[in-house]
C-alpha cells in the first residue's frame, strides 16, 4: 500500500527566506503528485499537479519538483511571506483521482 | 474555477440520529470523493463514485454510505452516527481516470455528541 510522508512536520521561518517542503512516497507507480494548502478550519486549495511523465511545475513563488525514481517531490517556496502561514499537504494520485496523503506541514511564516 | 460546494460547514448530531452529508460540484467532473480528516491520521479516503450510480468503498467506510442520483451531487450518509464519527470530513471531485487533478469543497466540521 502506498505511504506519503512529508518531512518536517512543522517549520517557522522569518519572512523572505526561500524553503523546501519535503514529499516522499512509497510506490513510484503514481499518476501524478498533487500539493495542497489548508488554512485552519479549511477545506483544501490545489496549489500544484505534477503529471508522473514531468519534472516540475511551477505557479509564480512556487515550484515543484518530482523525482519518480527516488519516490521524492519537493515544494519549494520563493521569498516566503506571512500569508504563506498554512498546512501544506501533498498526495499522490491513483486512478480516477483517488488521492493518497501525506500528513502535512505546518508552515509560520514570521515577520 | 471548479466549485465544491458542501451543504454544511458546521454540524451538531446526536448519538443514533441519520446524518446525511451533501456535496455539489458545478464543472461536470465525472468522479467524487468523500474523505475524512483526523489529527494525527490525515485525510483517509471513505468512498468514491466514478459515475453517476457507481461507488466503490475506500480505506475506511464502515458506518458509512453513499448516494449518487445525479452527476454534480455525491451525498455522504452515517446510517446511526456515533462519536466516534466526529470529524473534518471533505468532499472533492475530478475530472476522468488518469491524471486529474482533484479539488476540494470547504469541509464540514461534524460533532456527535
Known amino acids: 500500500k502506498q505511504e506519503v510522508t512529508q518531512i518536517p512536520a512543522a517549520l517557522s521561518v522569518p519572512e523572505g527566506e526561500n524553503l523546501v517542503l519535503n514529499c516522499s512516497f512509497t510506490d513510484s507507480a503514481i499518476y501524478n503528485l498533487q500539493w495542497f494548502r489548508q488554512d485552519p478550519g479549511k477545506g483544501l486549495t490545489s496549489l500544484l499537479l505534477i503529471q508522473s511523465s514531468q519534472r516540475e511545475q511551477t505557479s509564480g513563488r512556487l515550484n515543484a519538483s518530482l523525482d519518480k525514481s527516488s519516490g521524492r517531490s519537493t515544494l519549494y517556496i520563493a521569498a516566503s511571506q506571512p500569508g504563506d502561514s498554512a498546512t501544506y499537504l501533498c498526495?499522490?494520485?491513483?486512478?480516477?483521482?483517488?488521492?493518497?496523503f501525506g500528513q502535512g506541514t505546518i508552515l509560520t511564516v514570521h515577520p | 474555477d471548479v466549485k465544491v460546494t458542501q451543504s454544511s460547514r458546521y454540524l451538531v448530531k446526536r448519538t443514533g440520529e441519520k446524518v446525511f452529508l451533501e456535496c455539489v460540484q458545478d464543472m461536470d467532473h465525472e468522479n467524487m470523493f468523500w474523505y475524512r480528516q483526523d489529527p494525527g491520521l490525515g485525510l483517509r479516503l471513505i468512498y468514491f463514485?466514478?459515475?453517476?450510480?457507481?461507488?466503490e468503498k475506500g480505506d475506511i467506510p464502515e458506518g458509512y454510505s453513499v448516494s449518487r442520483e445525479k452527476k454534480e451531487r455525491f451525498s455522504l450518509i452515517l446510517e446511526s452516527a456515533s462519536t466516534n464519527q466526529t470529524s473534518m470530513y471533505l468532499c472533492a471531485s475530478s475530472l476522468g481516470l488518469r491524471n486529474t487533478e482533484a479539488f476540494f469543497g470547504q469541509g464540514t466540521r461534524l460533532t456527535v455528541v
Open positions: 463514485s466514478y459515475d453517476v450510480k457507481m461507488k
Open positions: 498526495a499522490d494520485g491513483t486512478s480516477y483521482g483517488k488521492l493518497t
